[in-house]
């Protein structure tokens, strides 16, 4: 008895031995491939749109009341996540213009009384989740105002010059501002207890993060394990790199993108452009990367010119491609409007709201999305594959193919007419289109023609 326990103990060992070292040699092969991204992308920001809401100029009276009224004609846009920018108190000390930038943060876990009250920022965020939008806030944690009350209560928190002052951003512009330190762990946890705070005060939905390469990524990376362990998040990087999608944050800004087709619709650059930053994306951004597409954005706007200063006639072709193409698409607020002036950044300057076929452009565009899932966000949606043509560097056509669902888009990136015809293996079949809804039949005899910066879409 002795000895057939001991060969049973000595068989058992032998079986559990076997299957450690087996798991084991799985776990630490260095060739086994790894998930580049740890984080959980939301669920409803699988065919999302951003709307970046410029408090300040997005109503006469420039507050959180008067933008709530707002949100049945943002819903019936097709928006689904509103990003605010900061709203948080302004600096007084080195401000720039009247009123400051909204960058200037003088009191992290405050509210701008400019824009209204706690309880105001409270009932524009419950009014959004009714319509079933989220909301984000805008984050600036790479500085603060120069009388930010950090500064006396931890100046140790803040970076110094060779000469132990404190000071703007290096080779910036930025005069209102003085640079954090996050070296320090009592900052890095003050800032994320600071963000975890205005989630589980006002029901905030995740952040748009300014700077966000300016601030280490380990410390993204935990603000985002907190922020998960509270409610589900959204997480927007104002950077353009890939390490931020790892654990910390589902889009970041496509800067490549916008100068790409800044550069198509100033002729400075043909179609043929475009490749390189889709062969990019593609190869380098892991698929649940969002990287966010626009014709405008606040700085943009603000320093460079407006969405028609900047794309002239190409505009409305250059709107399709951020919305059909890959990536999470922005709308800035008076897109919609057609607004053709650069805003005040530091003073009062409200939108001027008005019916514009860009409005009518961007609702068909954003329902369009939502009906093809082959359109959608990150994973959800299909790759684009490149349709050859006969007009190649004028013509940029490509097909998304999804479970059930394809849909080829055909853009003419210059100022002239174009006829041409597609490669007949990838784009034959029925389609309807997105313009006429009427049925197209795309054969390898089929010749199209596109006026100057036109454009078709066909789904099927």
Same mark, same amino acid.
């Given at each position: 008895?002795?000895?057939?326990?001991?060969?049973?103990?000595?068989?058992?060992?032998?079986?559990?031995?076997?299957?450690?070292?087996?798991?084991?040699?799985?776990?630490?092969?260095?060739?086994?491939?790894?998930?580049?991204?740890?984080?959980?992308?939301?669920?409803?920001?699988?065919?999302?749109?951003?709307?970046?809401?410029?408090?300040?100029?997005?109503?006469?009276?420039?507050?959180?009341?008067?933008a709530?009224?707002?949100?049945?004609?943002?819903?019936?846009?097709?928006?689904?996540?509103?990003?605010?920018?900061?709203?948080?108190?302004?600096?007084?000390?080195?401000?720039?213009?009247?009123?400051?930038?909204?960058?200037s943060?003088?009191?992290?876990? =405050?509210?701008? /009384?400019? #824009?209204?009250?706690? *309880?105001?920022?409270?009932?524009?965020?419950? +009014? @959004?989740?009714?319509?079933?939008?989220?909301?984000?806030?805008?984050?600036?944690?790479?500085?603060?105002?120069?009388?930010?009350?950090?500064?006396?209560?931890?100046?140790?928190?803040?970076?110094?010059?060779?000469?132990?002052?404190?000071?703007?951003?290096?080779?910036?512009?930025?005069?209102?501002?003085?640079?954090?330190?996050?070296?320090?762990?009592?900052l890095?946890?003050?800032?994320?207890?600071?963000?975890?705070?205005?989630?589980?005060?006002?029901?905030?939905d995740?952040?748009?993060?300014?700077?966000?390469?300016?601030?280490?990524v380990?410390?993204?990376?935990?603000?985002?394990k907190n922020?998960? =362990?509270?409610? /589900?998040? #959204?997480?927007?990087? *104002?950077?353009?790199?890939?390490?931020?999608? +790892? @654990?910390?944050?589902?889009?970041?800004?496509?800067?490549?993108?916008?100068?790409?087709?800044?550069?198509?619709?100033?002729?400075?650059?043909?179609?043929?452009?475009?490749?390189?930053?889709?062969?990019?994306?593609?190869?380098?951004?892991?698929?649940?990367?969002?990287?966010?597409?626009?014709?405008?954005?606040?700085?943009?706007?603000?320093?460079?010119?407006?969405?028609?200063?900047?794309?002239?006639?190409?505009?409305?072709?250059?709107?399709?491609?951020?919305?059909?193409?890959?990536?999470?698409?922005?709308?800035?607020?008076?897109?919609?409007?057609?607004?053709h002036?650069?805003?005040?950044?530091?003073?009062?300057?409200?939108?001027?709201?008005?019916?514009?076929?860009?409005?009518?452009?961007?609702?068909?565009?954003?329902?369009?999305?939502?009906?093809?899932?082959?359109?959608?966000?990150?994973?959800?949606?299909?790759?684009?594959?490149?349709?050859?043509?006969?007009?190649?560097?004028?013509?940029?056509?490509f097909?998304?193919?999804?479970?059930?669902?394809?849909?080829?888009?055909?853009?003419?990136?210059?100022?002239?007419?174009?006829?041409?015809?597609?490669?007949?293996?990838?784009?034959?079949?029925?389609?309807?289109?997105?313009?006429?809804?009427?049925?197209?039949?795309?054969?390898?005899?089929?010749?199209?023609?596109?006026?100057?910066?036109?454009?078709?879409?066909?789904?099927?």
């Amino acid at each position: 008895m002795r000895i057939f326990s001991t060969l049973l103990f000595t068989l058992l060992c032998s079986c559990f031995f076997s299957v450690d070292v087996s798991s084991l040699a799985a776990a630490t092969d260095p060739y086994t491939p790894q998930n580049f991204v740890s984080l959980t992308n939301p669920d409803w920001s699988k065919n999302a749109i951003l709307y970046e809401l410029n408090t300040r100029q997005f109503s006469s009276e420039g507050t959180f009341k008067a933008a709530e009224k707002q949100l049945p004609r943002l819903k019936t846009l097709g928006i689904d996540i509103i990003w605010l920018m900061p709203i948080n108190p302004i600096g007084i000390k080195n401000r720039k213009g009247t009123l400051g930038s909204p960058y200037s943060v003088r009191d992290y876990r =405050a509210v701008n /009384p400019e #824009f209204g009250t706690l *309880e105001d920022l409270k009932s524009f965020v419950s +009014a @959004a989740h009714r319509f079933g939008m989220h909301v984000i806030l805008d984050w600036v944690a790479n500085h603060t105002a120069w009388d930010n009350a950090l500064v006396d209560d931890h100046p140790d928190y803040y970076d110094h010059d060779w000469k132990g002052a404190f000071h703007p951003t290096p080779w910036r512009d930025w005069s209102d501002i003085i640079d954090l330190d996050y070296s320090h762990a009592g900052l890095r946890r003050y800032m994320a207890d600071s963000m975890s705070y205005w989630v589980k005060t006002a029901d905030i939905d995740g952040f748009r993060c300014d700077v966000a390469g300016y601030v280490p990524v380990d410390f993204w990376n935990t603000v985002r394990k907190n922020l998960s =362990a509270i409610k /589900p998040v #959204f997480m927007l990087a *104002e950077w353009d790199t890939r390490d931020l999608h +790892a @654990a910390a944050f589902d889009a970041t800004y496509s800067w490549a993108w916008y100068n790409t087709v800044k550069d198509i619709a100033q002729g400075k650059a043909d179609a043929t452009a475009l490749y390189t930053y889709y062969a990019d994306t593609a190869r380098s951004y892991p698929r649940e990367a969002m990287r966010m597409t626009y014709i405008e954005n606040h700085d943009k706007n603000a320093w460079d010119g407006s969405m028609y200063d900047i794309f002239g006639d190409a505009i409305q072709v250059t709107a399709v491609l951020s919305v059909v193409g890959e990536g999470i698409p922005l709308i800035y607020n008076g897109v919609e409007a057609g607004n053709h002036k650069r805003l005040a950044f530091f003073d009062k300057d409200p939108i001027v709201w008005r019916d514009d076929p860009m409005r009518k452009l961007f609702t068909n565009l954003i329902a369009f999305k939502k009906a093809n899932s082959s359109l959608w966000n990150g994973q959800w949606g299909a790759r684009m594959i490149k349709v050859d043509n006969s007009a190649e560097g004028k013509i940029f056509s490509f097909i998304r193919r999804g479970q059930g669902n394809t849909v080829l888009a055909v853009l003419n990136l210059t100022k002239n007419p174009q006829t041409f015809l597609l490669d007949k293996q990838l784009s034959p079949g029925d389609y309807k289109d997105f313009a006429t809804h009427e049925a197209v039949n795309i054969n390898d005899k089929t010749m199209m023609t596109l006026p100057a910066w036109g454009y078709k879409l066909l789904s099927r």
